[in-house]
C-alpha cells in the first residue's frame, strides 16, 4: 500500500521538446505529491508539489497533473532544456506522517 | 531557501571502523529530521525518522544497531555507521522539514565508501 510507481525509467528527450513522467500510488491517505529533481552526487530539490484538492499546478516550465480517481500524477516539463538532463523523483505522503515514499525514478536526458 | 548541510560529503573508511556523518539545518529548527539511503541509479530509501530529545524509529529491516541516530538538538542530526563493511556502501542523504507544514529540505548527501 506504500508503493509509488514512477515510469518510464528513462526518457530521452529533443531540446524544446515536452518530457512527461508518470507516477501512480495505490495508498489513498496519500495526500501530498511533490517532485523532486537530483543531478549526480547531489540531494534531491523539490521542483514542485501538488495535494489533491487541485487537478493541476503549473509553475514556470513544469506543470503537475493530479487524477485523483486514477490515484495518478504526472509531470510535463514544457519546452525542455539540456539542463533539465537529471533523475526525477515522483513522491508521496500523508500530511502530518511527513514519511515521503519516492517512486523509482526517472533518468531524463536532453538533446540538442 | 532553508538549507540543510552535511558533512562530511564523502568518506572512504576500512572495514570495520565507524562513521559519523552530520546534518544540520543551518537556519531553521527542524524537530523532526529524516534519514535515507541510496544506491547507484535507485531511489530513495528511508532508514529512520530522528526525532530531537528523544530515539529515532527506524523502517522495519533496518539494524537500529548498525546505524546510531542521534538529534541531539533542533539543528543537528548525526548518523553512525557502526562497524562498517563494503555492503554499506552508499549515498546517505538527510532532509528536514522547515516548519509544521513547510517544504522538506533535503542535504547534499555523503557518499560513503567502506573498503
Known amino acids: 500500500q506504500q508503493q509509488v510507481k514512477q515510469s518510464p525509467q528513462s526518457l530521452i528527450v529533443q531540446k524544446g521538446g515536452i518530457s512527461i513522467i508518470n507516477c501512480a500510488y495505490e495508498?489513498?491517505?496519500?495526500?501530498?505529491f511533490p517532485w523532486y529533481q537530483q543531478f549526480p552526487g547531489k540531494g534531491p530539490a523539490l521542483l514542485i508539489a501538488?495535494?489533491?484538492?487541485?487537478s493541476e499546478k503549473k509553475e514556470g516550465r513544469f506543470t503537475i497533473s493530479f487524477n485523483k480517481s486514477a490515484k495518478q500524477f504526472s509531470l510535463h516539463i514544457m519546452d525542455s532544456q539540456p539542463g533539465d538532463s537529471a533523475t526525477y523523483f515522483c513522491?508521496?505522503?500523508?500530511?502530518?506522517?511527513?514519511?515521503?515514499?519516492f517512486g523509482t525514478g526517472t533518468r531524463l536526458t536532453i538533446i540538442p | 531557501g532553508a538549507v540543510v548541510s552535511q558533512h562530511p560529503s564523502w568518506v572512504i573508511c576500512k572495514s570495520g571502523t565507524s562513521v559519523k556523518i552530520e546534518c544540520r539545518s543551518l537556519?531553521?529548527?527542524?524537530?523532526?529530521m529524516f534519514w535515507y539511503r541510496q544506491f547507484p541509479k535507485q531511489s530513495l530509501m528511508l532508514m529512520a525518522t530522528?526525532?530531537?530529545?528523544?530515539?529515532?524509529?527506524?523502517e522495519q529491516g533496518v539494524e537500529k544497531d548498525k546505524f546510531l541516530i542521534n538529534h541531539a538538538s533542533l539543528t543537528l542530526s548525526t548518523l553512525t555507521v557502526t562497524s562498517a563493511h563494503p555492503e554499506d556502501s552508499s549515498f546517505y542523504i538527510c532532509?528536514?522539514?522547515?516548519?509544521?507544514?513547510?517544504?522538506?529540505?533535503f542535504g547534499e548527501g555523503s557518499r560513503l565508501t567502506v573498503l
Open positions: 501538488i495535494r489533491p484538492d487541485v
Open positions: 530522528s526525532n530531537e530529545g528523544s530515539k529515532a524509529t527506524y
Open positions: 532532509s528536514a522539514r522547515a516548519g509544521y507544514d513547510g517544504e522538506l529540505f
Open positions: 537556519d531553521f529548527q527542524a524537530t523532526t
Open positions: 513522491a508521496a505522503s500523508h500530511f502530518g506522517n511527513e514519511k515521503l515514499t
Open positions: 495508498n489513498t491517505a496519500f495526500d501530498y
